[in-house]
């Protein structure tokens, strides 16, 4: 389905009724054509945080929790956020005989929307505990040169160390926009890389010319992945950004060349 059509940037009553059919897919095909031979673009997981989540229990006392939805990144869709916000909105008033039928109800809801199975859990509002980079914070580093859309260019290897590394390297410093509405994104980029040695000021360079972009948070992370992949040639690839929340919802999306580099996920401080 086409984004324009969706509820992004609309004025919009929030159901008090359950309401599945408010969840609004977006097909993955389109922002993936250039792409389609790329090792590991579609390899991974979305993980997103629910962090405005109530429903009733059978007393009609509210109930509260934290969400963590895992979609794959082999869905044929990714769900929009906003109706996403709205669909848990629907279950406020609903009545649910215990959190296992709560979890039962969403995966079939989300896993119907994606065209692929979902995975949903619980956690008690105090127990999802903040994590803290690790690896390098590249930061503080000076690019030779900035540019205010993404720009593969800017990507190069080390001139004067071209040893084979593994190394982790992360930003705080991520910024999109919201396709639709323009609203800004912002994230903390992850990159793990096995291959010659990366120029780190080329990669602080490439995330930071992120900032005028225009693009859904699983969309970046793809593109950023694609351009790192293309352009210095690793052998192993992991790019896992952790974005703030907007509107009660946090959106993680993480992707691999080889699965055995698939991390856990996190939660940092400032989402």
């Known amino acids: 389905m086409s984004v324009e059509k ?23 095909s389109s922002s993936r054509e250039q792409y389609a031979n790329i090792t590991g673009v579609s390899q991974g ?10 429903w009733l229990n059978q007393d009609r006392i509210p109930q509260v929790a934290i969400g963590r939805i895992t979609l794959p990144a082999t869905s044929e869709n990714l769900i929009e956020s906003k109706s996403l916000k709205l669909y848990f909105n629907s279950l406020n008033f609903h009545r649910f005989v215990s959190k296992a039928a ?22 008690d509002v105090d127990a999802l505990e903040i994590s803290q980079p690790s690896g390098i914070c590249i ?51 992850f990159i793990r890389y096995q291959g010659i040695k990366p120029c780190y000021n080329s990669i602080l360079a490439y995330i ?16 950023m992945y694609a351009d790192i992949w293309q352009n210095l040639k690793p052998e192993k690839l992991m790019v896992y950004a952790t974005y703030t929340r907007r509107g009660g919802l946090d959106i993680n999306p993480c992707r691999v060349s080889d699965l055995s580099w698939m991390p856990s996920p996190i939660r940092l401080a400032r989402q």
């Open 6 to 28: 969706s509820l992004l940037g609309k004025e919009t009553e929030y159901p008090t009724t359950y309401e599945p059919g408010i969840l609004f897919p977006i097909s993955r």
């Open 139 to 189: 930061d503080q580093f000076k690019p030779a040169r900035l540019e205010s859309h993404p720009d593969a260019s800017l990507l190069a290897l080390d001139a004067d160390d071209q040893s084979q590394i593994e190394v982790n390297l992360y930003s705080h410093l991520l910024r999109s926009n919201c396709p639709v509405t323009g609203q800004p994104d912002w994230g903390t980029v």
């Open 208 to 223: 930071i010319s992120y900032r005028q972009h225009n693009g859904f948070h699983e969309q970046c992370v793809e593109q």
């Open 45 to 54: 997981k979305d993980w997103w945080h629910v962090f405005e989540l109530s």
């Open 102 to 123: 709560l979890i039962d109800l969403v995966e079939k809801d989300l896993s119907q929307a994606a065209n692929a199975k979902v995975g949903f859990e619980l956690f």
